[in-house]
């Protein structure tokens, strides 16, 4: 059998030990950091979670204008600093969904708006994703 040195050994014991706890630590706020995709968010997660665009205004199919914001729940920290530095291109989807748009569209087909804004932005995401847009202010003229 070989001999150690009890020093070198007390030495491995302890470096183990440490990587072992490191690696479980690393692991629980891994697993624990997004929220998992069949879990409701909570209010809190909610706030936490979200982001608020900036006013959008464009012009409809019927000569109204519509001027309009909208704010982004995400699953995680990483997806609202993504749709944050996205923003450009939600502007961008809105513009190009609203323009066969009346404001008849803008009185009754709210849901469906978000709807197709969350399912095109989710396409343009690498980083998590929106589980719900939200219509926090409207006005048509």
């Given at each position: 059998?070989?001999?150690?040195?009890?020093?070198?050994?007390?030495?491995?014991?302890?470096a183990l030990v440490v990587i072992v706890?490191?690696?479980?630590?690393?692991?629980?706020?891994?697993?624990?950091?997004?929220?998992?995709?069949?879990?409701?968010?909570?209010?809190?997660?909610?706030?936490?979670?979200?982001?608020?665009?900036?006013?959008?205004?464009?012009?409809?199919?019927?000569?109204?204008?519509?001027?309009?914001?909208?704010?982004?729940?995400?699953?995680?920290?990483?997806?609202v600093e993504e749709i944050e530095k996205?923003?450009?291109?939600?502007?961008?989807?809105?513009?190009?969904?609203?323009?066969?748009?009346?404001e008849n569209d803008f009185r009754e087909?709210?849901?469906?708006?978000?709807?197709?804004?969350?399912?095109?932005?989710?396409?343009?995401?690498?980083?998590?994703?929106?589980?719900?847009?939200?219509?926090?202010?409207?006005?048509?003229?």
């Open positions: 059998m070989i001999k150690m040195n009890p020093k070198l050994l007390r030495v491995l014991v302890i706890i490191g690696g479980g630590a690393t692991l629980y706020f891994l697993i624990n950091s997004q929220v998992k995709a069949d879990e409701e968010l909570t209010i809190d997660e909610m706030v936490k979670y979200s982001y608020t665009t900036d006013e959008m205004k464009t012009d409809l199919s019927d000569g109204s204008f519509v001027l309009i914001q909208f704010q982004f729940i995400t699953d995680g920290k990483k997806a996205r923003e450009f291109q939600v502007k961008n989807e809105f513009i190009k969904q609203s323009i066969n748009l009346t087909n709210l849901p469906q708006l978000e709807e197709n804004i969350m399912n095109a932005m989710n396409q343009e995401m690498t980083e998590g994703k929106i589980v719900e847009v939200l219509i926090i202010s409207k006005v048509i003229q």
